[in-house]
């Protein structure tokens, strides 16, 4: 049975996309299946595999408004044995379409009933928000991994990210657990990034990954390639 990983922080530009794209890739290159489902209207993660944004009835919208089951929305990615649900722009409004519906922060979690048996890990691109689309990923994942950069107000709002986390595991899934935390964008040579880094160490202790990922040109051409990291840089 896969285990399910969110990668969620409502703040923007702080490397969720990146980050779920290429660990995706690389636990599929280690030749296990990865499921890598885009709940971000902007379609980051499907432009960055080289899908690019679907139309309505194509990407994720279909699944949660429920015509569509996830084996109909599946795409083959650049890389082996890694599959996208892709996203578009339709997501934006999912919040009003869903409403009305008592089941809406669950739809993620029963559709994907079917296919989990069939991964070794399913991984969530959460939109920097914290609306119907990451409260799905949050009710459907086993833990969340929660990407920071190393800049100044790392820390900002992840008091509400927490809270948000705390009142998940009180209403839709108990049993969500912390991935860690992961410091991206570190530049060694800037102070500020240094002692950002030691705030969020000192603040997440135990939590906090010993990898992490440093400011690199290559890792942010790679997505207007449609590849990975992995595949980008060899």
């Known amino acids: 049975m896969a285990r399910i990983i969110a990668i969620a922080n409502q703040k923007g530009g702080v490397g969720k996309t990146t980050t779920a794209v290429n660990l995706a890739a690389a636990i599929a290159v280690s030749e296990q299946r990865v499921l890598l489902i885009d709940l971000d209207p902007q379609a980051n993660a499907s432009s960055g595999l080289g899908i690019g944004s679907r139309p309505l009835n194509e990407n994720v919208y279909a699944l949660l408004e429920g015509s569509k ?31 009305s519906h008592e089941d809406r922060y669950e739809r993620l979690r029963n559709a994907l009933i079917s296919v989990r048996d069939e991964y070794a890990y399913i991984i969530f691109d959460c939109p920097p928000s914290l609306g119907l689309l990451t409260l799905n990923g949050l009710a459907a994942a086993d833990s969340v991994l929660i990407p920071m950069q190393c800049e100044y107000y790392a820390l900002e709002g992840l008091s509400q990210l927490m809270n948000t986390i705390k009142i998940v ?30 705030d969020v160490r000192d603040h997440f202790g135990a939590s906090v990954f010993n990898a992490v990922i440093p400011r690199n040109v290559r890792l942010s051409e790679a997505p207007s390639f449609g590849k990975p990291i992995i595949l980008y840089d060899i």
């Open 69 to 99: 089951q996830v084996r109909d929305l599946l795409c083959a990615t650049p890389v082996p044995l890694l599959d996208i649900v892709p996203a578009g722009s339709d997501l934006y409004g999912l919040d009003l379409v869903m409403a």
């Open 169 to 198: 595991r009180g209403n839709t899934n108990e049993s969500l657990e912390i991935e860690g935390v992961l410091l991206t964008m570190f530049d060694k040579r800037n102070n500020l990034a240094r002692q950002v880094a030691g």
